[in-house]
């Protein structure tokens, strides 16, 4: 709440200096006049209350608004909101709150970033948790049927793109769009069928109009500089691009284009229509779309020196597209030649272990790298190819597998003299973030890896039923082996230690799209 304090004596009892101004006393304070009056906070100019609002958080602007009309008039002063960040769940509930704010914000806001999530996915039928996967259907055969939960979720998430994308289609001083949608990986096995989008889409007409919305805002934009679209269900297709304006697109230092929906062989962007890009910095794609021309347009001289690559590489994608036009070794080697500050960042979604020997060429400067697996785990020989690869580059190794089955967590160490992740805590010294669920990891090794890093370490997050006890350690009668284990940990990191207890409050492990486009943004931002 915004107060104005006025000066009066200290022995005065009452409500507190400025408390009538803000409509919070029974009367006003010496010299000082209620909103509603001619003096006072009221009849304070337009520029002043606006410059006043600036100071404040925005909860804190939309209390100060009720304290009278002059004051709600400035609250959507243009200079208020340069940035809108919005986090929306895929509710009806959402629409006239987000009509509201796109209303008033749409036409000039400069930087738009907007999530839709559905917080909880609905079982039933084809409407499988993200996390459970979900059957895929094969060529020629009918798709599950979704619950009538899921459809509404489905048609309700195209009615709220549709508010967002209307409202800043004709915003030229926009030069931030970021929109992300994690419904649309419902399926972490598959993509959501054409037949689902009919039976909420019947004509095709939403989606058209979206698409036709995004290509306007493109076309209409005259400032863009930051264009990140990630898994947003069919809004981009492979012609969006061609709406930029070539001095648009010469000047665009960020693009992220990841959608597992485009079908087969087709690319939402090519080699050709990169070269207009020449100004880019930072660039997001899907591994399969991400081929050798592409290294070859970014190596060039006539493009500035590209700073940040993140690459999605899904299961998905393997299988319908081919790897053999993937960067080789001598291509990456020309990449790194002129971006010599260049840094990869990898999410790897369900990839088998023999496709991730083909893609980890020795000359990528591979700095972060995710694994998420389903169905799949990822093998001690890729863990030890990155450590030996990659051992100057990488910072962030995260490890997840999302099994049923508890019990049966594979063990990188078996059948191993050297355990994998000790092997990668000793070689890269630059390790600063390690977190792992689904693998067994050892107590024993656990404590050499955080002796190895120290403090450099910044951030061990291994779910506790992860962790395995030698026997030895358990039938020593005289020491409490979690207490002692959790004690030279914490003495190893030089801080206190715990394991994840509730893996439901790390989004990395629960979350793991989201914390990949999330992790991808800061990335791209941290030029």
């Known amino acids: 709440m915004l107060l104005f304090v006025s000066q009066e004596p200290q022995a005065r009892p009452g409500p507190p200096p400025g408390a009538a101004a803000a409509g919070l006393g029974p009367g006003p304070a010496p010299g000082m006049s209620v909103c509603g009056e001619a003096v006072g906070a009221g009849s304070l100019p337009s520029e002043l209350v606006v410059h006043i609002f600036s100071f404040l958080a925005a909860p804190d602007r939309l209390r100060a608004s009720a304290a009278c009309s002059h004051w709600r008039e400035c609250l959507f002063y243009p200079a208020l909101w340069p940035r809108l960040r919005l986090s929306l769940r895929v509710s009806t509930a959402e629409r006239p709150r987000l009509e509201f704010l796109m209303r008033k914000c749409g036409w000039f806001v400069r ?8 917080d909880n996915y609905p079982t039933g039928g084809g409407g499988a948790a993200a996390g459970e996967g979900a059957a895929v259907a094969g060529d020629g055969e009918a798709p599950p049927p979704l619950s009538p939960r899921w459809l509404d979720l489905l048609r309700t998430y195209l009615e709220l793109v549709l508010c967002v994308l209307s409202s800043v289609r004709n915003n ?59 898994l947003m269900l069919q809004i981009v297709t492979p012609t969006s691009l061609s709406s930029l304006s070539n001095p648009i697109a010469n000047t665009m230092e960020h693009l992220s284009l990841l959608d597992n929906h485009i079908p087969g062989n087709t690319t939402l962007i090519t080699a050709v229509e990169l070269e207009r890009f020449v100004n880019l910095r930072s660039l997001a794609l899907d591994f399969c779309d991400f081929t050798a021309e592409m290294a070859r347009v970014l190596a060039d001289s006539n493009h500035v020196p590209l700073h940040r690559l993140s690459l999605l590489v899904h299961s998905v994608s393997i299988m319908h597209k081919s790897l053999d036009n993937m960067p080789k070794d001598e291509n990456w080697q020309a990449l790194t030649r002129n971006s010599t500050n260049l840094r990869v960042y990898i999410m790897a979604f369900d990839v088998k272990s023999d496709d991730m020997l083909r893609i980890l060429k020795p000359s990528i400067p591979l700095e972060r790298i995710h694994f998420d697996s389903y169905v799949t785990y990822v093998s001690g020989a890729v863990v030890d190819l990155i450590s030996r690869q990659y051992d100057k580059f990488l910072t962030h190794f995260i490890l997840m597998n999302d099994v049923i089955d508890m019990s049966a967590f594979p063990d990188l160490s078996d059948n191993r003299n050297e355990d994998p992740l000790v092997l990668l805590a000793w070689r890269c010294t630059r390790l600063s973030l390690l977190a792992i669920h689904g693998y067994t990891v050892w107590a024993h090794n656990l404590i050499a890896i955080a002796r190895l890093r120290g403090s450099d370490l910044k951030v061990l997050e291994v779910t506790e039923e992860s962790i395995e006890f030698d026997q030895g350690e358990l039938a020593d009668q005289d020491v409490d082996p979690v207490r002692n284990f959790i004690e030279q940990v914490s003495l190893g990191l030089g801080r206190p230690w715990h394991a994840v207890m509730d893996i439901e409050l790390l989004s990395v492990f629960t979350e793991p799209t989201r914390h990949f486009y999330r992790e991808m943004q800061s990335f791209s931002e941290g030029i």
């Open 111 to 118: 930087e738009l970033r907007v999530q839709f999530a559905a």
């Open 172 to 230: 030229r001083n926009l030069q931030k769009l970021s929109l992300f949608g994690d419904i649309s990986i419902l399926q972490q096995h598959g993509t959501i069928s054409n037949t689902y989008l009919g039976k909420v889409d019947p004509d095709g007409k939403k989606i058209k109009q979206i698409q036709q919305l995004f290509e306007e805002i493109l076309g209409n934009s005259r400032q863009l500089k930051w264009l990140s679209c990630g």
